[in-house]
């Protein structure tokens, strides 16, 4: 199963309730209350969307954070990337020599085309989006891949 983490779960939360107050600066106490977790995940979560510069941060009384750049800017492939590295739905896509068989493996390229798609969809949504209420009925768009077999 292909699932998120859920510290990248609680990001897009964190990051969610940011964008909804735009401009605004906000205390990491302030955002786990708005979002209902705990204060040492949100500070780890604010800790690493800095670095990512998905969020600036701002010392001093009135300091805290803040969205880095618009919320229709901010993806979430940014945000995935930014709690749990590069997309890489198999070892061998995210980085060569990572498997024993990959010299010999007729699916790598498949995989590679899978990974692509789901990095296109993510960058097809923004945290503007998700502020957004769902859609009402069925949202499936179905994409086909078409494979190819490597030759023997």
């Known amino acids: 199963m292909l699932r998120v983490t859920k510290l990248t779960d609680y990001a897009t939360l964190v990051l969610t309730v940011m964008a909804a107050d735009g401009e ?3 205390s990491a106490a302030g955002l786990a209350d708005k979002a209902g977790l705990e204060l040492p995940t949100v500070s780890k979560l604010l800790k690493l969307l800095a670095q990512a ?16 750049r618009s ?41 590679r085309r899978i990974n692509d798609v789901i990095a296109e969809a993510l960058h097809g949504v923004s945290l503007t989006d ?11 768009k179905t994409q086909s891949i078409p494979l190819v077999m490597a030759s023997e």
């Open 24 to 26: 605004a600066v906000h």
């Open 53 to 68: 510069q998905l969020v600036q941060s701002f010392r001093g009384a009135s300091g805290g954070y803040r969205l880095a």
């Open 71 to 111: 919320a229709e800017d901010i993806r979430l492939i940014h945000v995935l990337e930014a709690i749990e590295g590069p997309l890489a739905v198999t070892e061998c896509v995210g980085q060569q020599g990572q498997c024993g068989i990959e010299h010999r493996c007729g699916v790598r390229a498949n995989w």
């Open 130 to 140: 998700l502020l957004k209420p769902p859609p009402r009925g069925p949202v499936r």
